[in-house]
C-alpha cells in the first residue's frame, strides 16, 4: 500500500541519487576499464582484460620510489599539522573572545582558499630568496600548511560538541586542568583526530600544485611522478597506478578504523 | 560510611560580568550534614552560587568558606567536592567503575584500593552489575545513580547537584529523588542542591532559599516556607498562593487586615502595620465553607478545569473589587458549573500576612 501525494518527491529523490553518485563516480569508471584494457594507449576503447599494467607499476622502481616518497611526506606532514590543527582549535574555542568564533575559524581557513599553485610558487621563491634550500622538510612543511585546516575544522568542532562540563567535573573531581586534558579532552578528542589525520594524510598524499613546486628532482612524490609520466608517455600503466593509489588508501583508511576504533567512512 | 561532615558559608557573594550584577551580596551558611535547596526560576543566578562553591567561577566580591577554611580564591580541584550536573557529565570513554573511579586518581590511593572503593559506592546506588559498561549504554536512572556514585567516592566535603533530577521522566523523577535523598542523609554529606521544582526542594531539603534576581528573597525550613511565608513573592512562587493586597492594622491588641471595604481578623502577623498582602493557599480555599472558617466571601465560578484528582476553580469575589481567587478541592460527586454563586472561604489561621514585593 501507498500514500498518495509522494509521487513529485519520490522522482525528485531518484534523481538526486542518479545526479549525485553518476556525477561523482562517472569520471572514474574509463579509469577503471582503462587499467584492466589491453590496449597499450591510454585512453583507448576496450580490446580486451590484461593485468598487465598492474605488474610494471608494481615493478617500477620510479613509481615505487614516488611511493615512498608520498608516505613520507604524508606522514609528516599529518604529524606536523596534527600538533598545528589540534592547538589552533583549541585556541579557537577555548581561547579569550577576541579570538575565538567563526571570524577567527575562517580566518585559519586561508590555507584552503588561497590557490595552492600559489602557495608553492611564493615558498619557492621565497626560499630562493634566503639561499634557503628546500628538501623533504620544505615539501613537509608546505603539505602541513595545506591540510591543517582541515584538521582544526574537524577537531574544533568535535571540541565544541564536548563542551566543558565534563572537564568541570573532572576538576571539582580533583583533577588538575593539565591532568584533565589527558585523562579527559583529548582520550574524547581522539575520534576527531583520528580521523581528521587520516583525511590529512589522504590529501596529501594525492596532492600535486604544492609538490610540483617544492619537490627536489631526487624526491619525486607519486602524484608528480604520474604527471610527468601523463607529459611524456600516455600509457594504461597511469590508469593502474591510480586504481592502485585509490586502494591503497582505502585500505589504510580500513586499517586505521580498525586499529583506532573509529569511524571515518561512515 | 559517616564521616566529618563539614559547615559551608557564603559571604556577601557577588558576581558580575560586566552587565550588571548576577548575583549581589549573597550570604547563606549551612550547617555541617545539612541540605540546602536553592530554589528559583531560571536566571536567578542559582546555578552562579553553585559554580562559585564549586571554584568554577570566582567571584567579584565575598568569600566562601568550607568549615574555617577560606576556599574562595581556592583552584576547583583543591575543594573536595562532589558534583552533579543536570547531564550527569559521565565520561564516555571510560567504563562505569573507571568514571567513579576517576575522583580517587589525584588521591593517589593504590590502585586495588581504589577500585575497592568505586565498588562500594557502586554498592551503594545498587549499579554492581554496570561496572564494565560504557555510560552510553545507560538508562537516565541509570546514569544518574553512577553521578551519585561518583560524586561521593572521594568522600568530598560539600556535595553540589546542579538540577539533578529534571532531565529524567516524572515517574522515575520521583523514585530517583527519594532514592538520591536516602543516600544523601545515609552518608551525611554537605549539600547544596540547585532546583526550580518546588516539590523537589520541599521534599529533600532541610532549609530552603528561595531565589529571585541574584539574592535571597527568603531562607527558612520548607514547613515554613510552604506554611508560612514571608514574603509574597514566596507565597507565589511556592504552592501558588492567591494574594490579595490590602493593608495591616492593630487595633486593641487585635490584627486586622484591611481589603477594599472588607475588613478580616488575623490571628497573628510578624510584619508591622501598614501596605501588605494576605496570602492563602488554593488548597485551603473552601466552596461553601464549614462554620469553622472565618474568612467568608460570595464569589462567582469564572473557571473550572479538571486536573485528574483535582479540580481547578477560579472565582471572582465582587467585594474584593472583583479580585481573583484560586480554589484547588478534591474531585467529586460534587459538580460546580460556571457562572454559578457559592461561598467560598477559609480559616483565618490559613491566611498568612506577607511583605508586598519591593
Same mark, same amino acid.
Given at each position: 500500500?501507498?500514500?498518495?501525494?509522494?509521487?513529485?518527491?519520490?522522482?525528485?529523490?531518484?534523481?538526486?541519487?542518479?545526479?549525485?553518485?553518476?556525477?561523482?563516480?562517472?569520471?572514474?569508471?574509463?579509469?577503471?576499464?582503462?587499467?584492466?584494457?589491453?590496449?597499450?594507449?591510454?585512453?583507448?576503447?576496450?580490446?580486451?582484460?590484461?593485468?598487465?599494467?598492474?605488474?610494471?607499476?608494481?615493478?617500477?622502481?620510479?613509481?615505487?620510489?614516488?611511493?615512498?616518497?608520498?608516505?613520507?611526506?604524508?606522514? #609528516?606532514?599529518?604529524?606536523?599539522?596534527?600538533?598545528?590543527?589540534?592547538?589552533?582549535?583549541?585556541?579557537?574555542?577555548? #581561547?579569550?573572545?577576541?579570538?575565538?568564533?567563526?571570524?577567527?575559524?575562517?580566518?585559519?581557513?586561508?590555507?584552503?582558499?588561497?590557490?595552492?599553485?600559489?602557495?608553492?610558487?611564493?615558498?619557492?621563491?621565497?626560499?630562493?630568496?634566503?639561499?634557503?634550500?628546500?628538501?623533504?622538510?620544505?615539501?613537509?612543511?608546505?603539505?602541513?600548511?595545506?591540510?591543517?585546516?582541515?584538521?582544526?575544522?574537524?577537531?574544533?568542532?568535535?571540541?565544541?560538541?564536548?563542551?566543558?562540563?565534563?572537564?568541570?567535573?573532572?576538576?571539582?573531581?580533583?583533577?588538575?586542568?593539565?591532568?584533565?586534558?589527558?585523562?579527559?579532552?583529548?582520550?574524547?578528542?581522539?575520534?576527531?583526530?583520528?580521523?581528521?589525520?587520516?583525511?590529512?594524510?589522504?590529501?596529501?598524499?594525492?596532492?600535486?600544485?604544492?609538490?610540483?613546486?617544492?619537490?627536489?628532482?631526487?624526491?619525486?612524490?607519486?602524484?608528480?611522478?604520474?604527471?610527468?609520466?601523463?607529459?611524456?608517455?600516455?600509457?594504461?600503466?597511469?590508469?593502474?597506478?591510480?586504481?592502485?593509489?585509490?586502494?591503497?588508501?582505502?585500505?589504510?583508511?580500513?586499517?586505521?578504523?580498525?586499529?583506532?576504533?573509529?569511524?571515518?567512512?561512515? | 560510611?559517616?564521616?566529618?561532615?563539614?559547615?559551608?558559608?557564603?559571604?556577601?557573594?557577588?558576581?558580575?560580568?560586566?552587565?550588571?550584577?548576577?548575583?549581589?551580596?549573597?550570604?547563606?551558611?549551612?550547617?555541617?550534614?545539612?541540605?540546602?535547596?536553592?530554589?528559583?526560576?531560571?536566571?536567578?543566578?542559582?546555578?552562579?552560587?553553585?559554580?562559585?562553591?564549586?571554584?568554577?567561577?570566582?567571584?567579584?566580591?565575598?568569600?566562601?568558606?568550607?568549615?574555617?577554611?577560606?576556599?574562595?580564591?581556592?583552584?576547583?580541584?583543591?575543594?573536595?567536592? #562532589?558534583?552533579?550536573?543536570?547531564?550527569?557529565?559521565?565520561?564516555?570513554?571510560?567504563?562505569?567503575?573507571?568514571?567513579?573511579?576517576?575522583?580517587?586518581?589525584?588521591?593517589?590511593?593504590?590502585?586495588?584500593?581504589?577500585?575497592?572503593?568505586?565498588?562500594?559506592?557502586?554498592?551503594?546506588?545498587?549499579?554492581?552489575?554496570?561496572?564494565?559498561?560504557?555510560?552510553?549504554?545507560?538508562? #537516565?536512572?541509570?546514569?544518574?545513580?553512577?553521578?551519585?556514585?561518583?560524586? /561521593?567516592?572521594?568522600?568530598?566535603?560539600?556535595?553540589? /547537584?546542579?538540577?539533578?533530577?529534571?532531565?529524567?521522566?516524572?515517574?522515575?523523577?520521583?523514585?530517583?529523588?527519594?532514592?538520591?535523598?536516602?543516600?544523601?542523609?545515609?552518608?551525611?554529606?554537605?549539600?547544596?542542591?540547585?532546583?526550580?521544582?518546588?516539590?523537589?526542594?520541599?521534599?529533600?531539603?532541610?532549609?530552603?532559599?528561595?531565589?529571585?534576581?541574584?539574592?535571597?528573597?527568603?531562607?527558612?525550613?520548607?514547613?515554613?516556607?510552604?506554611?508560612?511565608?514571608?514574603?509574597?513573592?514566596?507565597?507565589?512562587?511556592?504552592?501558588?498562593?492567591?494574594?490579595?493586597?490590602?493593608?495591616?492594622?492593630?487595633?486593641?491588641?487585635?490584627?486586622?487586615?484591611?481589603?477594599?471595604?472588607?475588613?478580616?481578623?488575623?490571628?497573628?502577623?510578624?510584619?508591622?502595620?501598614?501596605?501588605?498582602?494576605?496570602?492563602?493557599?488554593?488548597?485551603?480555599?473552601?466552596?461553601?465553607?464549614?462554620?469553622?472558617?472565618?474568612?467568608?466571601?460570595?464569589?462567582?465560578?469564572?473557571?473550572?478545569?479538571?486536573?485528574?484528582?483535582?479540580?481547578?476553580?477560579?472565582?471572582?469575589?465582587?467585594?474584593?473589587?472583583?479580585?481573583?481567587?484560586?480554589?484547588?478541592?478534591?474531585?467529586?460527586?460534587?459538580?460546580?458549573?460556571?457562572?454559578?454563586?457559592?461561598?467560598?472561604?477559609?480559616?483565618?489561621?490559613?491566611?498568612?500576612?506577607?511583605?508586598?514585593?519591593?
Amino acid at each position: 500500500m501507498r500514500q498518495r501525494g509522494w509521487t513529485s518527491w519520490r522522482i525528485l529523490r531518484a534523481l538526486s541519487l542518479f545526479i549525485g553518485y553518476g556525477f561523482v563516480l562517472g569520471p572514474v569508471l574509463p579509469v577503471v576499464y582503462n587499467a584492466f584494457n589491453a590496449s597499450p594507449i591510454f585512453p583507448a576503447p576496450f580490446e580486451g582484460l590484461t593485468l598487465e599494467w598492474f605488474r610494471s607499476v608494481v615493478t617500477s622502481e620510479q613509481y615505487m620510489s614516488g611511493a615512498i616518497v608520498s608516505i613520507e611526506v604524508g606522514i #609528516g606532514a599529518t604529524a606536523l599539522a596534527l600538533v598545528i590543527g589540534v592547538c589552533a582549535a583549541f585556541a579557537v574555542v577555548r #581561547g579569550p573572545a577576541w579570538i575565538r568564533g567563526g571570524a577567527a575559524t575562517s580566518l585559519l581557513m586561508g590555507p584552503i582558499v588561497i590557490p595552492q599553485i600559489v602557495i608553492g610558487l611564493a615558498i619557492l621563491e621565497a626560499a630562493s630568496q634566503l639561499s634557503f634550500r628546500l628538501g623533504l622538510a620544505g615539501l613537509i612543511i608546505a603539505h602541513a600548511v595545506f591540510v591543517s585546516p582541515f584538521i582544526i575544522r574537524v577537531v574544533a568542532g568535535a571540541l565544541e560538541v564536548q563542551g566543558s562540563n565534563l572537564e568541570s567535573a573532572a576538576m571539582v573531581l580533583g583533577s588538575r586542568r593539565t591532568a584533565v586534558l589527558f585523562t579527559l579532552t583529548l582520550p574524547m578528542l581522539r575520534p576527531a583526530i583520528v580521523a581528521s589525520a587520516v583525511f590529512a594524510f589522504t590529501l596529501s598524499f594525492v596532492n600535486v600544485p604544492l609538490s610540483l613546486f617544492l619537490s627536489p628532482s631526487n624526491l619525486r612524490p607519486l602524484p608528480i611522478v604520474i604527471y610527468q609520466e601523463m607529459i611524456n608517455t600516455r600509457t594504461p600503466v597511469l590508469a593502474a597506478v591510480s586504481i592502485l593509489l585509490a586502494f591503497v588508501l582505502l585500505l589504510a583508511t580500513g586499517l586505521a578504523e580498525k586499529v583506532f576504533r573509529v569511524r571515518i567512512l561512515q | 560510611m559517616t564521616q566529618t561532615a563539614q559547615s559551608l558559608t557564603l559571604e556577601d557573594i557577588s558576581v558580575d560580568y560586566g552587565r550588571g550584577p548576577v548575583v549581589a551580596n549573597f550570604s547563606v551558611h549551612v550547617e555541617p550534614g545539612k541540605i540546602l535547596a536553592l530554589l528559583g526560576q531560571s536566571g536567578c543566578g542559582k546555578s552562579t552560587i553553585l559554580r562559585v562553591i564549586a571554584g568554577l567561577l570566582t567571584p567579584s566580591a565575598g568569600s566562601v568558606h568550607f568549615g574555617a577554611t577560606d576556599m574562595t580564591l581556592r583552584p576547583p580541584w583543591e575543594r573536595n567536592l #562532589g558534583l552533579m550536573f543536570q547531564s550527569h557529565a559521565l565520561f564516555p570513554h571510560l567504563t562505569v567503575l573507571r568514571n567513579v573511579e576517576y575522583g580517587l586518581r589525584p588521591k593517589k590511593m593504590a590502585k586495588k584500593d581504589s577500585e575497592r572503593r568505586a565498588l562500594e559506592m557502586l554498592e551503594l546506588v545498587h549499579m554492581t552489575r554496570y561496572a564494565n559498561v560504557h555510560p552510553t549504554e545507560l538508562s #537516565g536512572g541509570q546514569s544518574q545513580r553512577v553521578a551519585l556514585a561518583r560524586a /561521593l567516592a572521594p568522600e568530598p566535603r560539600v556535595l553540589l /547537584l546542579d538540577e539533578p533530577f529534571s532531565s529524567l521522566d516524572a515517574g522515575l523523577r520521583e523514585r530517583m529523588r527519594a532514592e538520591v535523598a536516602a543516600i544523601v542523609r545515609q552518608v551525611g554529606v554537605t549539600t547544596v542542591f540547585v532546583t526550580h521544582d518546588q516539590d523537589e526542594a520541599l521534599s529533600i531539603a532541610d532549609m530552603i532559599a528561595v531565589m529571585s534576581a541574584g539574592n535571597i528573597v527568603e531562607l527558612a525550613s520548607p514547613r515554613d516556607i510552604y506554611k508560612r511565608p514571608r514574603h509574597a513573592y514566596t507565597a507565589a512562587f511556592v504552592g501558588g498562593s492567591n494574594l490579595i493586597k490590602g493593608e495591616l492594622c492593630a487595633a486593641n491588641g487585635a490584627w486586622r487586615f484591611k481589603a477594599g471595604d472588607t475588613e478580616l481578623a488575623i490571628r497573628e502577623a510578624n510584619l508591622a502595620a501598614g501596605p501588605a498582602m494576605l496570602a492563602i493557599k488554593p488548597e485551603d480555599v473552601a466552596v461553601d465553607p464549614p462554620p469553622e472558617c472565618q474568612h467568608r466571601f460570595r464569589a462567582r465560578l469564572e473557571e473550572a478545569s479538571f486536573h485528574g484528582p483535582n479540580q481547578r476553580l477560579v472565582w471572582l469575589v465582587e467585594s474584593l473589587d472583583g479580585k481573583a481567587i484560586v480554589s484547588r478541592t478534591v474531585n467529586s460527586q460534587r459538580d460546580f458549573r460556571v457562572g454559578d454563586t457559592h461561598e467560598i472561604g477559609w480559616k483565618s489561621s490559613d491566611a498568612v500576612v506577607v511583605e508586598m514585593d519591593q
